[in-house]
């Protein structure tokens, strides 16, 4: 069943109205992309995350934050990603996440988080509901 939409001819009597988001003073970026960009141009050598593991601490900059998520779009690209491929993702709170969410959106596509709480059965029945492009996991978690 489609959703039907309704065109205004009259935008007068719109509830909502604003200015043009382009003309809105401070608002920044619009994506999760840019929003990363912006903040590499002013923070590129800081201090993005950290994860306390056992073997360590795993450290990136904003800039290899950045590095990573393009290197990511450039294997989703490879794998047929482009705009509105839905991505699954089954991963825990860690760096490869991040890189992953932003690289999915650099290629154009969306990112769809499946709980790491999910029985098999459950995963089972999410990989076979929408159309996905493609299922990224962290192997072992």
């Known amino acids: 069943m489609g959703t ?3 065109i205004v001819a009259d935008q007068s009597v719109s509830v909502v109205r604003g200015i043009p988001l382009a003309e809105e003073p401070g608002l920044g970026a619009l994506t999760n992309p840019g929003y990363l960009r912006e903040v590499c141009e002013r923070y590129a050598d800081r201090e993005a995350l950290v ?14 934050l950045w590095q990573r998520s393009v290197a990511v779009a450039r294997a989703l690209i490879a794998a047929g990603v482009g705009k ?5 993702i089954l991963m825990t709170n860690r760096p ?3 890189s992953l969410l932003f690289g999915t959106a650099l290629a154009g596509g969306v ?6 709480f999910s ?11 929408p ?3 493609c299922w990224c996991s962290k192997i072992g978690f």
């Open 4 to 6: 039907k939409r309704a």
């Open 119 to 129: 029985t098999p059965v459950n995963c089972s029945i999410c990989w076979r509901l």
């Open 131 to 133: 159309p996905y492009r």
């Open 96 to 98: 490869e996440y991040l």
């Open 84 to 88: 509105d491929a839905r991505v699954g």
């Open 51 to 64: 994860l306390h593991t056992d073997a360590g601490e795993i450290r990136w900059s904003y800039e290899e």
């Open 111 to 116: 990112s769809v988080a499946l709980s790491t």
